[in-house]
């Protein structure tokens, strides 16, 4: 398929308080996140690239012990198997870019 409209895609919760709608190419996985103020992303690493996007709100990201607060516009590139983790200040939404696509996800 080409076209998504993301209201017909079953939002997913993840980790308590962060859910998303997903959407995958031969390629990449997009990621549209809505996550709770307050929730927090316990660190992890995966083999992915990550780019995450700030769209609405304010998010605290720790990417291989740097932490930034990240408000809209704001972008980070995450390389594969780094260490990252995040506390959303106030509801937020994301938008993360994988590389290769997530296929738990799928």
Do not use: K
Not at 13 to 35: C, K, Q
Not at 70 to 85: E, F, T, Y
Request: overall charge negative; aromatic content about 8%.
């Amino acid at each position: 398929m080409v076209f998504h409209n993301l209201d017909d895609i079953q939002e997913r919760e993840i980790v308590p308080g962060y859910r998303a709608r997903f959407v995958h190419s031969d390629n990449m996985t997009l990621a549209y996140w809505d996550v709770d103020p307050g929730a927090v992303l316990p660190e992890h690493s995966h083999p992915h690239e990550q780019i995450a996007n700030v769209l609405e709100g304010e998010f605290e990201l720790t990417v291989n012990g740097e932490t930034r607060l990240l408000a809209p516009g704001q972008v980070a590139v995450i390389p594969g198997n780094v260490p990252h983790s995040g506390r959303a200040i106030s509801a937020c939404r994301l938008l993360d870019a994988f590389y290769p696509p997530r296929d738990e996800y799928r």
